[in-house]
Every structure is written in C-alpha cells, then in structure tokens.
C-alpha cells in the first residue's frame, strides 16, 4: 500500500512569539503494520520542532482510496500514547471501512433478493416474519409492510401455519437446513413449493433466524400427476387386453407381463418374470425366435409365430407382435392363434381332400353362386376357379332350376337333406357331356 504523507503545519508556541513552520511533504511505502512506527516517528520529529503537528495520509488499498487526519500532541513522554492515538485512529478508519462493505453487501443482497423470481423470507424463533421479498409478499397478495412482524397464523390457514411452524421448530431445534415439498394454499390458488430452510447464527453460535427460499413447482408437479394418471389408464387398459403383453429388458429377459400373458402360459407372474421366452419353447423354435431378436437390431417392428409351452406341458401356437420401445426395450404383444391354426389346418387338408379328388365338387349357397370348387370340377368345365367363383349353377348345368323353381329346390333340401339328380352340363368351350349330380345340406359359419 503507498500513503503520501503530508506535514499541514508545524506550530511552534513560545511566550509571545509564534513560528510557522513551512509545509514539507514526505513520502514513504509501509505495510500496515509499520503504520504505528511511522506515526511515532513522525511524532517524535514534530515534538522537536513545535508543541503539536498536524498531518494527513492519504492512502489506496482494495477498499479504495482514503485520508487519515492525525492530530498529534508532544506531551511529557508521550512517544508511545501518540503511536497509539495513531493506531486507535487507523482501527477506527478500518472499521469504518467494513461498515461500509458490509452494508454495500446487504444492499448487494437486497437488490437480488428483491429481483429474484422465487419466494424469500426470514422467520425468527417466535415464528414471526422479519424479512420477505417483493415477490413472496406479491404471492400473498399483500404489502411488504403487511407481513413483516406478523406471525405465521395471521397469514395462512392454520392447517398450514402449523405445518410450517413444525418445520421451522425442526431447523431451530437441530441446527441443520432441511428440503421439503409442501402444498400450500395461497389466495385464490393452491401452490406446490419447493422449499430449503437453513438456519442463521450469530458469532456465537446461536440461531438468531431461519432463512427460506421457496419455488413455485406447481407446474411441474401438475405434468407428474398428469403422467402417473396416465401411468395408471395405460396400466389398466394394459390389464384389460385381451392379448398377453410382455415388456422385455435390454438383455431379453421378461421383465413386466400383464394377466392375461400369464394366463396364455399358465405359468403366475412371478414366474415368467426374468426368464427368457426361449425358456418355454421347444428346442426347435429357438434358432427361429433368436434370428426374430435378431431382425429388432436394424428394424422397429417384427411379426412372428411360434410354438412353446404351457406349464401344463402342452403346446400352443402364439403370434407375437414385437417392437423396440424408446427405452431400448422391448414389448411383445402375443396373442393364442391354436384354434386358428387348427381351423386352418384343417381347410387346407379338405381343400387337399377335394382338389385331389377325381369327381367335381361343388360349394353353392342357397341363391345357386359357387362358393368353393375342386380342381376336377375346373378341369371339367374347362373355367379356372376364379371363375367358377363368379357364376352360378343354371350357366353350367342346362337342367338346373331357375328362379321358383331354385327355390323349391332349396327347400327340398332343407326338409330331406340330401337329393339326387341327373342333368347335362356345360363347358366353356360349349361342349356338353351328362353328369349326376348328388348335393348334400350343410351349415356353416350359420350358412347353408
């Protein structure tokens, strides 16, 4: 630090005759501890000279530029009360200064606490306000002036006074901050606050106050409750299907199944849960199902069939919808296809039935249309099945009743059940040939 020291004036008072000494400067760079011995340096020169001496320093530190007056007195041995008089001055000007930066600091404070979007306040051990921000008090509806001093009861709801002034006993009691997520109704609206308390001491350790700082959440918390709701619907919706859904993790292995997945199994939840899917078919589909996990790599959706077991050792067909999820995941949506498949397997083998058969069978519904035809009746005929599919029995059997007559025909089907006639049929080149015709009522899919 360099202070620029400055003799004002030398007054020398003798009987009457008064010496005015010129002014001379000096100048000399000392730390602050050095401060006291320059003074009585000075001191002692001014006492050689004159009965008192008045200087100034002027000095230029972090805290910015300042002048020190010093007032100096030869007295009787006095060398070292004027090096403390010029030390007591420099405490003074130091504390001063402190003073100063302390209060520029809470102005610091209160300028950003004042601009700050959250809600700020101080509460004291007999849970009365001592501090709010503009914004808290904005939230209240009220005036700064309105709340500070007031207790919490005057300003809440005693429900939610009495939350706050347990959580503030909390904080005085323990002497730690504490985090909370409270509800709070404010005027006109119900709030959700994040909230840190944190206790203020003193010099001797004691909590003097509770310092708050509180976050409207409210919309935050209003998207969480929105996605648990709709957490909880596509639960539901997910229970209610008619189809087994299975969430498989990233190593493949089951990680959520729904009822009714575990009802196609027979096997409960808690044992399907962190098996593979492999685990449950024979050793044959397995190649198959890991080329399906496979195909997931490069492509989002893959559709599959496959055969596994029940608990109860039998086998059922499944078609299995599978997808990657966003998670990395994936969802299996699968479905008991058995019947299907039998039902299938059945109508290939009667098609194989009448398609290998040497006469022509024909399938008609009650107004004379061909529904299904064998290979021999196209041979024969000399007209591909697609059609045979589109014409009636009156365009290749010359005999065939028309209109009415059909109609009879129908109904002595339905009373007997079965009948017997000849009649000449057709080809599409216009050959003609004779032909016995032996029909036979069925019913399916409600139909005859």
Not at 18 to 36: C, D, N, Q
Not at 333 to 352: A, G, N, P
Not at 353 to 364: L, P
Request: hydrophobic share 40%; glycine share 8%.
């Amino acid at each position: 630090m360099l202070l620029i020291a400055q003799l004002l004036s030398v007054l020398s008072v003798v009987p009457h005759v008064f010496i005015l000494g010129l002014g001379i400067s000096a100048y000399a760079t000392f730390e602050r501890k050095s401060f006291g011995i320059f003074a009585m340096a000075m001191g002692a020169l001014g006492t050689l000279f004159a009965g008192m001496i008045v200087f100034q320093i002027f000095g230029q530190d972090s805290g910015g530029p300042f002048w020190v007056n010093l007032s100096l007195v030869a007295l009787p041995l006095s060398l070292m009360a004027l090096a403390g008089h010029a030390q007591l001055l420099w405490s003074y000007r130091q504390s001063s200064r402190f003073e100063t930066a302390l209060k520029e600091s809470e102005r610091q404070y209160r300028t950003l606490s004042e601009l700050a979007h959250d809600m700020i306040f101080m509460v004291d051990p007999n849970d009365k306000i001592i501090y709010v921000n503009a914004f808290a008090a904005n939230s209240l509806r009220k005036s700064v002036q309105e709340i500070v001093g007031k207790p919490l009861t005057q300003l809440f709801p005693p429900g939610t006074a009495q939350r706050m002034q347990e959580n503030l006993k909390k904080v005085f009691q323990t002497g730690e901050a504490i985090y909370l997520e409270t509800q709070i109704l404010f005027p006109g609206v119900d709030r959700w606050l994040d909230s840190r308390l944190v206790p203020l001491k003193n010099d001797s350790g004691e909590i003097y106050a509770v310092y708050g700082l509180s976050r409207d959440v409210s919309d935050r918390k209003k998207a969480e409750q929105a996605i648990r709701a709709s957490e909880e619907k596509f639960r539901m919706l997910v229970e209610r299907a008619s189809e087994g859904i299975f969430v498989y993790g990233k190593t493949g292995l089951i990680e959520e199944v729904n009822q009714r997945g575990s009802d196609l199994s027979g096997f409960s939840r808690e044992e399907l849960v962190g098996k593979s899917p492999m685990d449950f078919m024979p050793p044959e589909e397995r190649v198959e199902a890991g080329k399906v996990f496979q195909r997931l790599q490069t492509e989002n959706h893959v559709e599959a069939e496959a055969r596994q077991f029940r608990k109860d050792g039998s086998l059922c067909v499944v078609a299995a919808s599978i997808s990657t999820l966003p998670d990395g995941r994936t969802l299996g949506i699968v479905r008991d296809i058995t019947e299907q498949k039998r039902s299938q397997d059945y109508q290939r083998l009667v098609q194989f039935s009448m398609d290998n058969s040497d006469e022509a069978i024909f399938w008609v519904d009650q107004t004379g249309g061909f529904i299904q035809v064998n290979d021999s009746a196209c041979r024969s005929l000399e007209y591909s099945r697609e059609e045979l599919l589109t014409m009636k029995v009156a365009q290749i059997s010359l005999k065939a009743p028309t209109g009415p007559g059909w109609a009879e025909m129908c109904q002595s089907f339905v009373k007997h059940g079965a009948m017997a006639f000849e009649s000449i049929h057709r080809s599409k080149s216009g050959r003609q040939y004779p032909g016995a015709l032996r029909g036979n009522l069925r019913a399916f899919d409600g139909k005859k």
